[in-house]
């Protein structure tokens, strides 16, 4: 089933022809061909090789939809257009995103894949001229890979306070020690952006200041223990990654020290608007397919759509999917007035659209039975990754705590809340 995506009254001409020309690649190109295009959905299982023949097939088939987005001018959403990038502000990017979810790994195909675009953007906004050159420019050729190296197995992720992988000044080097875990693209990367504190050497390692450094994989101490199994795989590209006295330059130090903290939260802020717009994309293909199988599907003498309770499923769907859609929406218009002002307002969708995205494909699951558990349908991806966003970017309980703190303080004030805004 193609993605039925109009063009909206509500929003301008631009952003209206950039859904409709993203809406017609994943119709035409990518929905047609996702066995191709992804070996998960060939039922290619962990540690199992494919044929040269399908990997060919399949990297030549990426390459012609790559080639086309690039030519319709729809790549790389993220980055401003000096650096090959659509220049999209937030909200013009998050309805785009909504029609790339549709489709099963679309978005890497228009040159947005994590952890890459978000390293992207740290190093355009922080990057120095030389910084910009050497990894950046790199990365959005593809000729090199990134990843993202924060999240620590023995301090809380929620918590950035609790830290402790240090950088030492000795001389024009920066000496390392750390060990972490969860740092994504770990196979495959060539340099991971880590999240660590500069302190004197001896000192406690939870009181420096946060800072972000560039440490190529390759470097002498950096030592990449696993890739960490997850929802029963073997192994993913989730690494866990020890760093023993890794030296690198100075000039590798990602904007000021100090500005660590900060650069994290502008990674993600802004990734907590993508991952709830792609949830919303996603919810839309489940709430196809749901929809398709009660359509078709005959139980029990009757089509599962005249069952009260497939109606039921339809109604609450489609409630989960509006709400969810029209409050991320929300939120994106005023990260474009100002990251800060949206801290409310993107804690709240990170909290409500997860769960939302669980219930609908589970409701889908439901209505396909078995075959909504198997490979030849998208759902049980659907299904892991969302329970996975109530965990990444923050836990529903972190966000939630922020949400009524900054209530109080607005009340503190001697304001109540305002809602229209």
């Keep these: 089933m193609s993605m039925n995506c109009k063009p909206i009254a509500t929003v301008d001409e631009r952003i209206n022809d950039i859904r409709m020309r993203t809406a017609q690649i994943v119709n035409e190109d990518i929905l047609p061909n996702e066995s191709t295009l992804w070996a998960r959905r060939r039922g290619i299982a962990d540690g199992t090789d494919e044929s040269w023949t399908a990997r060919k097939d399949m990297l030549e088939l990426r390459a012609e939809i790559k080639e086309r987005v690039k030519k319709e001018g729809l790549w790389a959403p993220h980055l401003p257009a000096e650096y090959g990038g659509m220049g999209l502000d937030f909200l013009a990017h998050a309805y785009m995103n909504e029609v790339l979810a549709y489709a099963i790994g679309a978005a890497s195909l228009f040159g947005v894949v994590a952890p890459n675009s978000g390293n992207q953007s740290i190093l355009v906004k922080y990057g120095t001229e030389e910084q910009k050159q050497k990894w950046l420019l790199p990365l959005i050729d593809g000729t090199m890979e990134s990843g993202f190296s924060m999240t620590e197995p023995h301090n809380p992720g929620s918590d950035p306070r609790s ?38 050497r001896g000192a406690s390692p939870k009181e420096g200041p946060m800072a972000q450094i560039i440490v190529p994989t390759a470097t002498a101490g950096v030592d990449i223990v696993r890739g960490i199994g997850v929802w029963g795989r073997s192994e993913s590209d989730h690494c866990e990654v020890v760093y023993r006295d890794v030296r690198v330059p100075v000039d590798n130090m990602l904007g000021r020290v100090g500005e660590g903290h900060q650069a994290a939260q502008d990674r993600l802020g802004a990734g907590r ?5 792609n949830s919303v994309g996603q919810m839309w293909r489940a709430f196809d397919l749901m929809v398709e199988r009660a359509e078709s599907r005959t139980v029990h003498g ?19 999917i509006q709400s969810s859609r029209l409050m991320t929406l929300h939120a994106a218009e005023k990260v474009d007035g100002g990251l800060q002002g949206a801290r409310t307002d993107i804690s709240a969708i990170k909290i409500m659209v997860p769960a939302a995205y669980s219930r609908v494909v589970d409701r889908a699951i439901q209505v396909w039975g078995a075959a909504g558990v198997s490979n030849d349908l998208p759902l049980a991806g659907m299904y892991m990754g969302a329970r996975t966003l109530r965990i990444a970017d923050g836990p529903d309980e972190v966000h939630k705590i922020l949400i009524a703190k900054n209530v109080f303080g607005q009340y503190a004030k001697g304001e109540s809340w305002d809602f229209g805004n």
């Design 302 to 320: 009757g089509l599962l759509k005249d069952k009260q309770f497939v109606q039921g499923f339809i109604a609450d769907s489609y409630i989960d």
């Design 273 to 277: 608007i993508y991952h709830c717009m």
């Design 163 to 200: 830290l402790d992988t240090t950088a030492v000044l000795d001389g024009d080097h920066w000496v390392i020690n750390g060990h972490k875990w969860f740092t994504s693209n770990g196979i495959e990367a060539d340099f991971f952006i880590v999240m660590c504190r500069v302190t004197e």
